[in-house]
């Protein structure tokens, strides 16, 4: 497995090594010695989930405050997603910056995003299945929402006009009136 910072150095994408041949594939999708190694941090991931989502669908930009922050590693099992990640830790040289990747079935890729940074993907296939592990449970009454289309932001979500969002998306808080991290 080969690890890559992106531009927001705690933002880590994560390429596999797959072994193919006419049969199929094989790789190893999660080691936890290695995930250690290769970001030097120690995490326990306590709860996996999976969604599934519509062309169109924009969901996020989520985050938890603390006590139940997440930290989450991210792969696309089915389809492609446009993945983003946004710095909303007040004292990062990074603060309100975002990073985004392609993730999808066919590059197997991963991206971890720490506590301290909201969240969210954008539908490019028909459909796409979006598996992450989190580093705490959920907890709906620590949960944000910033507004996937913040001008302080300025996210390239890679289309143009309105995306399919639910109703708690539509709500999101704006970079400068929500609750940001130290």
């Known amino acids: 497995m080969q690890a890559t910072r992106?531009?927001?150095?705690?933002?880590?994408l994560f390429t596999p090594r797959v072994f193919g041949d006419d049969r199929g594939f094989f790789f190893e999708s999660f080691n936890q010695q290695k995930f250690e190694e290769l970001t030097g941090l120690k995490r326990e991931f306590v709860q996996d989930n999976h969604s599934?989502?519509?062309?169109?669908?924009l969901r996020g930009l989520h985050y938890q405050l603390p006590p139940?922050?997440?930290?989450k590693l991210v792969r696309v099992v089915q389809g492609e997603v446009f993945d983003v990640a946004v710095d909303i830790r007040k004292s990062s040289p990074f603060f309100g910056k975002?990073?985004?990747?392609?993730?999808?079935?066919?590059?197997?890729q991963q991206m971890w995003i720490p506590e301290g940074f909201a969240h969210g993907f954008f539908t490019l296939s028909d459909t796409a299945e979006f598996l992450y592990k989190t580093t705490n449970y959920y907890a709906p009454e620590f949960e944000r929402s910033?507004?996937?289309?913040?001008?302080?932001?300025?996210v390239d979500w890679l289309f143009s006009g309105k995306p399919a969002l639910s109703i708690k998306d539509q709500q999101g808080k704006k970079l400068l009136e929500a609750e940001h991290f130290v």
Do not use: M
């Open 6 to 12: 992106l531009s927001i150095p705690d933002v880590i």
């Open 52 to 57: 599934k989502s519509q062309k169109g669908v």
């Open 68 to 71: 139940k922050a997440q930290g």
């Open 98 to 108: 975002w990073v985004g990747q392609l993730l999808s079935a066919e590059n197997k």
């Open 146 to 154: 910033i507004a996937w289309d913040d001008e302080e932001i300025s």
